[in-house]
T-cell receptor, first 111, second 114 residues
Framework: KQEVTQIPAALSVPEGENLVLNCSFT??????LQWFRQDPGKGLTSLLL?????REQTSGRLNASLDKSSGRSTLYIAASQPGDSATYLC??????????FGAGTILRVKS | NAGVTQTPKFRVLKTGQSMTLLCAQD?????MYWYRQDPGMGLRLIHY???????AKGEVPDGYNVSRLKKQNFLLGLESAAPSQTSVYFC?????????????FGNGTRLTVT
């Protein structure tokens, strides 16, 4: 059974820091990996989607990498801002088209 | 630009009561999903639909029923609510189930069963 783990569970950093969020998965038979952002009381917003054949995707200050063979992905946030404070979730789309989510990392960027 | 709309936003039920959660999307998406989110856990799939008139079970379907009578609407029903169903429920949709098709989520329904 696919399991997705996100470390750390919570992270607090001062504004301006570069930071890395980690996501690991147990079964490398995946189609893609997605990173989502969730604001309090809101739904999830898709940030980046990396196909299994890709190594990374970038959007603005966000860069996500994927190492399928080792079952790892990282989300890099450059020059963090208070507006980046949210919960970040990763999810893998496994064969059979199901999305399996991690529990998320709660990020707080202090001004 | 409504996207995915869920109603209601909040609800409190007593054990044994029933209710229906409504999800509506205006993006002409074929695929729709119901998830629940519990503290410390990732989202878990309850039921999903690959098109109008079709539904299928997800990871945690027990105690829930769904219907997709119209393409734009996906209903989640609780026939006899239990405290274990206290959760935040999210509806999502996607254009197709292709591997480059991201999910679009509603803002959730917070349900408390006492």
């Amino acid at each position: 059974k696919q399991e997705v783990t996100q470390i750390p569970a919570a992270l607090s950093v001062p504004e301006g820091e570069n930071l890395v969020l980690n996501c690991s998965f147990t079964d490398s038979a995946i189609y893609n990996l997605q990173w989502f952002r969730q604001d309090p009381g809101k739904g999830l917003t898709s940030l980046l989607l990396i196909q299994s054949s890709q190594r990374e995707q970038t959007s603005g200050r966000l860069n996500a990498s994927l190492d399928k063979s080792s079952g790892r992905s990282t989300l890099y946030i450059a020059a963090s801002q208070p507006g980046d404070s949210a919960t970040y979730l990763c999810a893998v789309k496994e064969y059979g088209n199901k999305l399996v989510f991690g529990a998320g990392t709660i990020l707080r960027v202090k001004s | 630009n409504a996207g995915v709309t869920q109603t209601p936003k909040f609800r409190v039920l007593k054990t044994g009561q029933s209710m229906t959660l409504l999800c509506a999307q205006d993006m002409n998406h074929e695929y729709m999903y119901w998830y629940r989110q519990d503290p410390g856990m990732g989202l878990r799939l309850i039921h999903y639909s690959v098109g109008e008139g079709t539904t299928a079970k997800g990871e945690v379907p027990d105690g829930y029923n769904v219907s997709r009578l119209k393409k734009q609407n996906f209903l989640l029903g609780l026939e006899s609510a239990a405290p274990s169903q206290t959760s935040v429920y999210f509806c999502a949709s996607s254009y197709w189930q292709g591997h480059d098709s991201p999910l679009h989520f509603g803002n959730g329904t917070r349900l408390t069963v006492t």
